[in-house]
């Protein structure tokens, strides 16, 4: 299967997320969602993920593009004292410091994801699993070479790729937990804590899906050696 099969299927808003690093009042968005500082494009084609940005007056030894996890980042940082050309006639050209920071969902990493699932790693029998497209949850009853086979509680068999799979998680009440509080790091908002913690005070609510993009990139990549 050529990775450009892999990738036919459902894109959602969230597998790309973007945050404009420079300002500190922002938080990671969909990528859709904000008027890039840069034009920009992002496709996939048979080898891969791409991103096309375009700089006006910088070269691509000026950009600075790093991997840090599930997070990918370009950037540019404008020297304090500029060198002009000493030709220059007419410098209408502004160049600015930035750093541009995008989120990318985990089942763009394929290969490691693969490596895993093969290695038994991850997606085991009678594990509780939910997939993204469909929102139906259940446990694992059978591993295929790159698919699932889940039934429900209700006892409805699913079949799905492991690309559009995720683990879920059980948010204990408060009323289990007796824990009616939480220190202030734990309230931030737009954190995984602070989602949990208010999940955790609604009856009905504790059922949740357990993706925190970060942590499951990490989880799933392949250990370095």
């Given amino acids: 299967m050529s990775t450009l099969e892999i990738f036919e299927r459902h894109i959602s808003p969230f597998d790309i997320l973007f945050r404009n690093h420079f300002k500190s009042d922002s938080t990671f968005q969909p990528v859709g ?23 006006t007056g910088l070269t691509k030894k000026d950009v600075v593009l790093d991997i840090e996890g599930d997070t990918l980042k370009i950037s540019y940082t404008k020297p304090e004292k500029e060198e002009l050309h000493p030709g220059i006639i007419h410098n209408g050209l502004s ?7 995008y ?7 394929w290969q490691n994801l693969r490596e895993n699932y093969v ?40 079949k799905s790729w492991i690309r559009d799979l995720t ?11 007796g824990i009616y509080g939480v220190p202030s790091n734990q309230r931030e908002v737009g954190t995984s804590a602070q989602r949990e913690y208010a999940q955790s005070m609604v009856p009905g609510q504790e059922e949740i899906i357990n993706f925190n993009i970060k942590e499951f990139l990490n989880k799933y990549r392949k250990k370095s050696s």
């Fill in 95 to 101: 160049k600015k410091s930035f750093d541009l920071r």
């Fill in 119 to 158: 290695s038994g790693k991850i997606f085991n029998v009678n594990q509780l699993v939910e997939n993204l497209n469909t929102g139906l949850v259940g446990r694992v009853i059978r591993r295929g070479t790159n698919y699932l086979i889940c039934v429900t509680e209700d006892g409805m068999m699913f």
């Fill in 167 to 177: 683990e879920k998680k059980r948010v204990k009440r408060a009323s289990e937990t």
């Fill in 33 to 55: 969602n904000f008027k890039q500082p840069h034009p920009l494009n992002i496709f996939y084609d048979d080898t891969g993920l791409h991103f096309e940005v375009a700089c």
């Fill in 103 to 109: 989120k990318i969902a985990p089942k763009f990493d």
